[in-house]
Nanobody, 133 residues
Framework: QVQVVESGGGLVQAGGSLRLSCTAPGLTFVNYAMGWFRQAPGKEREGVSCISWTGGSTYYADSMKGRFTISRDNAKKTLYLQMNSLKPEDTAMYYC??????????????????????????WGQGTQVTVSS
């Protein structure tokens, strides 16, 4: 059983920053594309960003471009999401997810989105991000 664990959420004022982290003990981390999703109360889950298994390609949903940065440290087996210029509408539960298959083309150079949750097989419990106005 693969465990996915997020951390780093919290309460921040609008314009502030947070960095989310995600680890997946028991997974050959370096072989999998990984991503972040979020879900606000009363809204559907949406893809935020993802990164290829090589780390060479990234994808961002339009509303996150220029504000969020996804990265991975394969040596530390950790995925990050740096979130800057946060807005109240960024308030949501943020979930880390791992691609269904190793060495896939997910989030690669030809990936155009939107992110599909069905393509990710392992999920964390989520970390809450709340942005106050």
């Amino acid at each position: 059983q693969v465990q996915v664990v997020e951390s780093g959420g919290g309460l921040v004022q609008a314009g502030g920053s947070l960095r989310l982290s995600c680890t997946a003990p028991g997974l050959t981390f370096v072989n999998y594309a990984m991503g972040w999703f979020r879900q606000a109360p009363g809204k559907e889950r949406e893809g935020v960003s993802c990164i290829s298994w090589t780390g060479g390609s990234t994808y961002y949903a339009d509303s996150m471009k220029g504000r969020f940065t996804i990265s991975r440290d394969n040596a530390k087996k950790t995925l990050y999401l740096q979130m800057n210029s946060l807005k109240p509408e960024d308030t949501a539960m943020y979930y880390c997810a791992v691609d269904n298959y190793p060495f896939s083309a997910a989030c690669g150079p030809n990936y155009s989105g939107p992110m599909n949750g069905a393509g990710f097989g392992y999920w964390g419990q989520g970390t809450q991000v709340t942005v106050s106005s």
